[in-house]
């Protein structure tokens, strides 16, 4: 079965203070592993995808990285409007059903 | 659309009433799928569209949920009789094709007292 696990489920981290979040997943195939930001009331804005093994991307103070089993999301000096939810979700090649699993999330606070 | 459009935005309903949500996708996209979030907790799958038809359905919670896509556009999530149980954000979501990454709109909060 496809799961999908995040941790810490809450965190905070002082200004500058630079940390990790980790996803790791459990899929048959994977075809795509996915970063999603949600701010509270708001639907989740994507962030990042991820398809292979040792793939890296990067977006402002934000580094995605992915192994066979899981992926990090590297916070680099934060700032409090980074503050939020942040989201993986995982997508199953061998999945005829094209759902996209997610985790429930770790809740960032960066404390000024 | 520039982005995923998804009204009402805010919807209080009284328990038994049914309630309908509309999703309007980025043009373009032939991909579409809900989710269902509680407060506090994670995105729940209930369904997705690939076109008009739904090669899924596995998530939807009972047989008062259905939804319908027409035209390879707007796609309608439809709750009868509601409970207080299913007051949630329903968020829609397109992609351009099975293999791309989905994107969110902004959901619409049901409330059922």
């Known amino acids: 079965e496809d799961q999908v696990t995040q941790s810490p489920e809450a965190l905070r981290l002082q200004e500058g203070e630079s940390s990790s979040l980790n996803c790791s997943y459990t899929v048959s195939g994977l075809r795509g592993l996915f970063w999603y930001r949600q701010d509270p009331g708001k639907g989740p804005e994507f962030l990042f995808t991820l398809y292979s093994a040792g793939e890296e991307k990067e977006k402002e103070r934000l580094k995605a990285t992915l192994t066979k089993k899981e992926s990090f999301l590297h916070i680099t000096a934060p700032k409090p409007e980074d503050s939020a939810t942040y989201l993986c979700a995982v997508q199953d090649a061998t999945n005829t059903g094209n759902q996209f699993y997610f985790g429930t999330g770790t809740s960032l606070t960066v404390i000024p | ?113």
């Open chain 2, 1 to 113: 659309g520039a982005g995923v459009s998804q009204s009402p935005s805010n919807k209080v309903t009284e328990k038994g009433k049914d309630v309908e949500l509309r999703c309007d996708p980025i043009s373009g996209h032939t991909a579409l799928y809900w989710y269902r979030q509680r407060l506090g907790q994670g995105l729940e799958f209930l369904i997705y569209f690939q076109g008009n038809s739904a090669p899924d359905k596995s998530g939807l919670p009972s047989d008062r949920f259905s939804a319908e896509r027409t035209g390879e556009s707007v796609s309608t999530l439809t709750i009868q009789r509601t409970q207080q149980e299913d007051s949630a954000v329903y968020l829609c979501a397109s992609s351009f094709g099975v293999m791309n990454t989905i994107y969110f709109g902004e959901g619409s909060w049901l409330t059922v007292v």
